[in-house]
């Protein structure tokens, strides 16, 4: 069975890209346009993991990740913020509304899907020392 990745981002463009890399590794991509319908498909998909802009309109991705860690059903999957954002304090804030990590846009091709991987927890649920 693919794993599903959730990709919560309201730019066409970077939600193709990051779509057909991550389908291109065999990953299906479920994805929102914005932070409500995001959180309502996390809970019904129970993604393996969740990758979040940041600039999204109306309710930030700093929202969107605080929201998702209310849910403790969702406790366990990893969100990875995509941002374009380079100020320091950034990774601070990322950190403290819940995300795991993030990886910086533009998105690089070559890297973005190992980068991501790196979040991504054992398939079996395994030994996770
Ligand atoms: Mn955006």
Redesign the pocket.
């Known amino acids: 069975m693919k794993r599903k990745i959730l990709l919560i ?3 066409d463009q970077n939600r193709y890209m990051t779509t057909f890399l991550l389908e291109r590794h065999g990953y299906e991509v479920v994805s929102a346009v914005d932070g409500p319908t995001g959180i309502e498909l996390a809970s019904r998909i129970q993604p393996s993991l969740i990758l979040l ?1 940041i ?2 309109p109306q309710m930030d991705g700093y929202a969107v990740a605080r929201a998702l860690r209310q849910n403790p059903a969702l406790d366990r999957v990893p969100i990875v913020a995509v941002t374009s954002y380079a100020m320091v304090g950034d990774r601070e804030n990322i950190l403290a509304a819940g995300c795991d990590g993030y990886t910086e846009k533009p998105i690089n091709p070559e890297t973005f899907v190992a980068e991501i991987e790196r979040y991504l927890r054992p398939r079996n649920g395994g030994n996770t020392s």
Do not use: Y
């Open positions: 981002e309201d730019n802009d600039q999204l």
